[in-house]
Nanobody, 121 residues
Framework: VQVEEFGGGLAQVGDSLTLSCVAT????????MGWWRQVPGREREFLAG????????EYGGSAAGRFTIAKANTENVAFLHLKNLQPEDTAVYYC???????????????WGQGTQVTVSS
């Protein structure tokens, strides 16, 4: 499975940004998908996940209320909408794909290379 993220870049405080993740190939027609982020020197942080069927979502603490995950099931494309960005949101954002109903840090099978989001004040 090839996983690729799009949509990172430079933002200002209070801006919104939408990241996209495209998963192609592999053994399944649909995948559970999720988003993480990582700052140098810190562990990768779970942000949001969406079930294979796209009918349920879950969020990590930092994402609650400001980030929204969505999925276009027919194409294994996931989006992460980021609202009211703050400097502490500066990180590399990663998408991961899993073969079970949910993708977690433990069972994530395929990862993208990440996309940098930088928020300046």
């Amino acid at each position: 499975v090839q996983v690729e993220e799009f949509g990172g870049g430079l933002a200002q405080v209070g801006d919104s940004l939408t990241l996209s993740c495209v998963a192609t190939g592999g053994p399944s027609s649909t995948y559970a998908m999720g988003w993480w982020r990582q700052v140098p020197g810190r562990e990768r942080e779970f942000l949001a996940g969406i079930k294979r069927a796209g009918d349920n979502t879950e969020y990590g603490g930092s994402a609650a209320g400001r980030f929204t995950i969505a999925k276009a099931n027919t194409e294994n494309v996931a989006f992460l909408h980021l609202k009211n960005l703050q400097p502490e949101d500066t990180a590399v954002y990663y998408c991961a794909v899993g073969l079970r109903e949910w993708v977690t840090t433990v069972n994530a099978r395929y990862w993208g290379q990440g996309t940098q989001v930088t928020v300046s004040s």
